[in-house]
């Protein structure tokens, strides 16, 4: 089984800063995504990423993918309070997903 | 994008009844489905692959007989619970793939069991 360890668990922060948040594995992966799921709902695909030591950006978010493919970062930059929500990556399939990040973003 | 819809999005029932969820794809076909349970402040953890036509797999510790799933067509997949108890309460979400890295996620069901 192939184990995806993200870090930190839970971030409270206030509006303005800047976060990252790690997903790491003892594994190579195929591909890993991150994932936004906020309360009561499902989650939301934010990113595939795919090469080793590929960077994706979506507005306030970049996404790295290790050179080995074994572990994926997210960072935000100038964080705002609709960027609260539970932060998980996943490997290919979604069959494995780390525990998640909740991320508190305060006014 | 594309969706998956599920049904219904919450569910109340005493204990020992029965309940199934829905799990549909709006405008794609999935011959594979997923479903998960999450408990709070939890991350999702894979109970079982629905697949069309055949039995569906499922995950070390999950009883088959106390989740049974049942994927009749490409678009339609249902989780039932069977005699449900207070400890089965929890936040339960399907999945379909929409390509070969792409999952879209249902809105999840939300059980409770008195």
């Known amino acids: 089984t192939q184990l995806l360890e993200q870090s930190p668990q839970f971030l409270s922060i206030q509006e303005g800063e800047n976060l990252t948040v790690y997903c790491n594995s003892s594994s190579v992966f195929s591909s890993l995504q991150w994932y936004r799921q906020e309360p009561g709902e499902g989650p939301v695909l934010l990113v595939t990423v795919v090469t080793g030591g590929e960077v994706k950006k979506l507005k306030r978010l970049t996404f790295q993918f290790g050179d080995a493919r074994k572990d994926s970062s997210l960072h935000i930059t100038a964080a705002q309070p609709g960027d609260t929500g539970l932060y998980l990556c996943a490997g290919p399939n979604t069959l494995t997903f780390g525990k998640g990040t909740m991320l508190l973003v305060s006014p | 994008g594309a969706v998956v819809s599920q049904h219904p999005s919450w569910v109340i029932c005493k204990s020992g009844t029965s309940v199934k969820i829905e799990c549909r794809s709006l405008?794609?076909?999935?011959?594979?489905m997923f479903w998960y349970r999450q408990f709070p402040k939890q991350s999702l953890m894979l109970m079982a692959t629905s697949n069309e036509g055949s039995k569906a797999t499922y995950e070390q510790g999950v009883e088959k007989d106390k989740f049974l799933i049942n994927h009749a067509s490409l678009t339609l997949s249902t989780l039932t619970v069977t005699s449900a108890h207070p400890e089965d309460s929890s936040f339960y979400i399907c999945?379909?793939?929409?390509?070969?890295?792409?999952?879209?996620f249902g809105p999840g069901t939300r059980l409770t069991v008195l």
């Open positions: 405008d794609f076909q999935a011959t594979t």
């Open positions: 999945s379909a793939p929409g390509g070969p890295y792409e999952q879209f």
